[in-house]
């Protein structure tokens, strides 16, 4: 079974192709990613209906070289699959309208899939997949979550973010810094760069008991700390970049280890955009080594938004039998979309 998944919920056009034929773990033939960071960067962040409108021109031409890359063509599809939501409306209409006329020009079912859950099961396209049952840190844009996954559509939320996202605390103090659009790799480049230990920037609800995020706080810590260097400020950027991303990857570190030890569970995946900052990775690495824990991520290219997460997910949902692809053209999207409704949303629907 061919899958072809379709990515479109806000910067980036993503397409793939993936077997899910067989009885091994689905495999990734292709895929193909057009990212629009040259265009927006002249705005200082993503204007949503020009994202729309680079959807429209960037989808097909994707397709296309997909297909040619993995040998196949349209008739060989078995299943279009495209991200329903959350993300932009605009931007998601256009994956789900291309992906729904395919389905009817071609007499084949499509499938709606969540955005984050495509993050979630991204690790499921590397060299050491995961198992269920595991624990998931989702640090994907505006989004920090741990969520208990017992399977395929079996989420539990265990702590979100009350404000600001870790993605959201890296652009917008990379912005403070001056550092341009997009800040949070920009960031964590010149953080390389600076001593960690500069400055003591708070830990929002690192004691709290609880496994909720909160980084508004730090951002606002970030830009005191800028006004008080003032001219000194760009002799001292890098510190104060390093000193920001310690004090985020300490949170989201101690944050997933306090997860595991109330799940009691010995595995965690961690997905989404940010899951590529490297001083995470070594941090969470060495901890979660020190407790015998197993860690998992998406290879390094498929950790931003792309077609691969989405035509797993979709293979992942089919084989497991909770959700089934329809011949509905009809579509919608769902451009806010709790993660861990998804499976009584499905519930309810057939």
């Not at 309208?97 to 007499?107: F, I, S, T, Y």
């Not at 995961?130 to 996954?149: I, K, R």
Request: proline share 5%.
């Amino acid at each position: 079974m061919l899958i072809l998944g379709i990515e479109s919920s806000c910067d980036e056009t993503g397409v793939a192709l993936v077997d899910a034929g067989g009885v091994q773990t689905p495999r990734l033939l292709a895929h193909a990613l057009h990212s629009q960071v040259a265009m927006h960067e002249a705005y200082g962040g993503v204007v949503p209906e020009l994202a729309s409108r680079d959807h429209i021109r960037r989808v097909l031409p994707l397709t296309s070289g997909v297909l040619a890359d993995a040998g196949r063509t349209l008739a060989n599809v078995d299943v279009v699959a495209y991200t329903r939501g959350p993300g932009l409306a605009g931007a998601l209409l256009v994956g789900a309208g291309v992906a729904c006329a395919l389905g009817a020009a071609l007499d084949r079912p499509v499938l709606g899939i969540h955005h984050l859950e495509g993050h979630l099961l991204s690790p499921f396209l590397s060299a050491d997949p995961p198992t269920f049952p595991f624990v998931a840190l989702l640090v994907s844009g505006g989004h920090s979550q741990l969520m208990q996954v017992d399977g395929v559509g079996r989420y539990t939320l265990l702590g979100e973010t009350i404000d600001d996202a870790a993605g959201e605390a890296f652009d917008k103090s990379a912005k403070l810094l001056g550092l341009g659009y997009p800040g949070g790799p920009a960031l964590s480049r010149l953080a390389e760069q600076g001593n960690a230990e500069a400055f003591k920037l708070p830990r929002p609800l690192l004691h709290s008991g609880n496994l909720d995020f909160s980084f508004a706080g730090l951002k606002t810590a970030v830009l005191t700390q800028a006004r008080k260097l003032g001219d000194a400020l760009d002799a001292r950027k890098a510190d104060l970049a390093a000193s920001t991303e310690a004090a985020i990857v300490e949170v989201l570190v101690k944050k997933s280890l306090a997860a595991l030890t109330q799940t009691g569970l010995q595995r965690i995946v961690v997905a989404g955009g940010v899951g590529a900052n490297r001083r995470l990775r070594q941090q969470l690495d060495a901890a979660c080594a020190a407790r015998r824990v197993r860690v998992h991520y998406p290879e390094l290219a498929l950790c931003t938004d792309n077609g691969a997460m989405i035509a797993m997910a979709a293979a992942l949902r089919l084989r497991a039998g909770v959700q089934g692809a329809s011949r509905t053209y009809a579509f919608d999207v769902r451009p806010r979309w709790p993660l861990d409704t998804r499976l009584a949303d499905e519930i309810q629907t057939k």
